[in-house]
């Protein structure tokens, strides 16, 4: 991102990413029952206990669970990077006000 490019834009463009970095997040997040659920029907006939521990033990189980925390970890990366636009901007604002009133003295 250019340091040219107004604070409002900086923002408008990192806040669109984290908006939709959490809402594929959210989505891993709330669809994970289900995803369980089918993953455990595939199985067939057995036992809720055993089907459970065999999708959990599962190779897929675990990718589907990194997929997931691989997204909120984007989510929180670009929430973050807003903040720090945010601060950046703060940091900026108090320097101008200081150099106005050095200017008054």
């Excluded at 959490?22 to 029952?33: P, Q, S, V, W």
């Excluded at 055993?50 to 990194?66: G, H, M, P, R, Y």
């Excluded at 984007?74 to 903040?83: E, G």
Aim: avoid cysteine.
């Amino acid at each position: 991102m250019s340091n040219n490019e107004p604070f409002s834009e900086q923002y408008r463009i990192v806040a669109k990413r984290w908006v939709e970095a959490d809402a594929a997040a959210r989505m891993l997040e709330e669809t994970k029952t289900a995803v369980l659920a089918q993953m455990k029907s595939r199985l067939g006939e057995m036992t809720d206990a055993k089907a459970e521990k065999i999708v959990k033990s599962s190779t897929e189980w675990n990718d589907f669970l990194q997929k997931m925390v691989n997204a909120r970890t984007s989510a929180n990366l670009a929430k973050v990077q807003l903040k720090y636009i945010e601060m950046k901007y703060f940091e900026w604002q108090g320097a101008n006000a200081t150099a106005r009133a050095e200017m008054r003295m």
